[in-house]
């Protein structure tokens, strides 16, 4: 092969470079940056803050706690086939960054949590461990991901981003290997299970986002195969849009919205929140031994207003107070008892 034509390869190829770059600035699509790749959602996360990719919304606060649940084994199966893992991961990760929800585990980590408090109940675990009831943070809210494909001839997705970005980038773009990924993700109240917000997306709404992102050779965007292969970033991309939109719904009414600290301020309370039996209104305590106490306030210095004998009953009707628990007698006196004292029946 001569010089010329070698020459003229490599101004070819210099050529089709800046043609993609030009065409992504006319277009307004994200321009690479140096250094970046990998899916739209990448970065980090943590108490002491976060670095989050654009596009992705942000709050000042969170608004509540939130659970991501696992897809359905089916869904699963199907991302597999594109050599995609569970999007829990990403999702996490998105959440978290964004700082609108702080993130509870309810996954496969939640059984090694529940593991350790049963080590704490059998004596296993050191002293002053801290580890047993009311601690764990509630979740406001659960989060169901899916992805629906339509496989077949994917020609038309990634010809249509060629097309796009302008003519010569089809090569560099390639097809997907699936014509089109639908997302949706699904906003529930844990408490009344009502579906308070939902969100659905795909690769239609979801490869202008990209940019050139979208051919980068990253590893990023919380594992799992979503930030190395075309597939993944075009998913990636479309649960970052439905993310967006339930964080506007509930943005948007404050009445959904809970009174939840910052992830620094959670965090915090899980080394000093002091563990403790859990009592609910209702609940029947007896005294472990007799001549058990019920004061007039949360105090041993306050007044005796009752004496409990071992066999006698009292229901829980308020709250924990300290080492406290309000309780009521068979004769209708209320008052406080320690909680060390009594076990549930």
């Given amino acids: 092969m001569g010089v010329s034509v070698i020459r003229g390869i490599v101004m070819t190829t210099a050529a089709l470079v800046a043609m993609t770059s030009l065409a992504a600035a006319q277009g307004g699509v994200t321009t690479a940056k140096p250094g970046q790749g990998g899916s739209v959602v990448q970065g980090s996360a943590g108490t002491s803050g976060s670095k989050a990719p654009e596009g992705l919304e942000r709050c000042d606060k969170p608004m509540g706690a939130v659970a991501v649940v696992e897809p359905q084994q089916e869904v699963v199966n199907a991302l597999l086939r594109y050599k995609l893992q569970s999007p829990v991961g990403l999702i996490r990760m998105m959440i978290q960054q964004s700082n609108c929800f702080i993130v509870v585990e309810r996954g496969a980590g939640m059984n090694n949590a529940m593991q350790e408090r049963q080590l704490a109940q059998a004596g296993q675990t050191r002293a002053g461990s801290n580890m047993g009831g009311g601690q764990i943070v509630t979740a406001d809210f659960?989060?169901?991901?899916?992805?629906?494909?339509?496989?077949?001839?994917?020609?038309?997705?990634?010809?249509?981003?060629?097309?796009?970005?302008?003519?010569?980038?089809?090569?560099?773009?390639?097809?997907?290997?699936?014509?089109?990924?639908?997302?949706?993700?699904?906003?529930?109240?844990?408490?009344?299970?009502?579906?308070?917000?939902?969100?659905?997306?795909?690769?239609?709404?979801?490869?202008?986002?990209?940019?050139?992102?979208?051919?980068?050779?990253?590893?990023?965007?919380?594992?799992?195969?979503?930030?190395?292969?075309?597939?993944?970033?075009?998913?990636?991309?479309?649960?970052?849009?439905?993310?967006?939109?339930?964080?506007?719904?509930?943005?948007?009414?404050?009445?959904?919205?809970?009174?939840?600290?910052?992830?620094?301020?959670?965090?915090?309370?899980?080394?000093?929140?002091?563990?403790?039996?859990?009592?609910?209104?209702?609940?029947?305590?007896?005294?472990?031994?007799?001549?058990?106490?019920?004061?007039?306030?949360?105090?041993?210095?306050?007044?005796?207003?009752?004496?409990?004998?071992?066999?006698?009953?009292?229901?829980?009707?308020?709250?924990?107070?300290?080492?406290?628990?309000?309780?009521?007698?068979?004769?209708?006196?209320?008052?406080w008892v320690k909680v060390v004292l009594v076990n549930k029946r």
């Fill in 142 to 335: 659960i989060l169901t991901p899916s992805v629906v494909f339509s496989e077949g001839n994917a020609g038309g997705v990634g010809g249509g981003l060629a097309s796009r970005l302008g003519g010569g980038v089809g090569a560099v773009a390639g097809g997907l290997k699936f014509k089109e990924a639908q997302t949706s993700m699904l906003l529930a109240d844990a408490r009344s299970t009502v579906q308070v917000a939902a969100a659905e997306g795909s690769t239609k709404k979801a490869d202008m986002k990209l940019g050139a992102g979208l051919f980068g050779g990253g590893f990023a965007g919380g594992g799992g195969g979503y930030g190395n292969t075309n597939e993944g970033k075009i998913i990636a991309s479309a649960f970052m849009d439905n993310y967006n939109q339930l964080v506007l719904a509930v943005r948007n009414d404050p009445s959904l919205q809970r009174n939840v600290g910052s992830l620094k301020e959670e965090a915090a309370k899980g080394g000093t929140t002091k563990a403790g039996a859990v009592f609910n209104d209702g609940d029947v305590l007896s005294p472990k031994i007799g001549n058990v106490p019920m004061y007039a306030d949360a105090s041993d210095k306050s007044k005796v207003m009752a004496t409990f004998a071992r066999g006698d009953e009292m229901i829980v009707t308020g709250e924990v107070k300290g080492d406290y628990v309000h309780v009521t007698n068979a004769a209708g006196n209320t008052g």
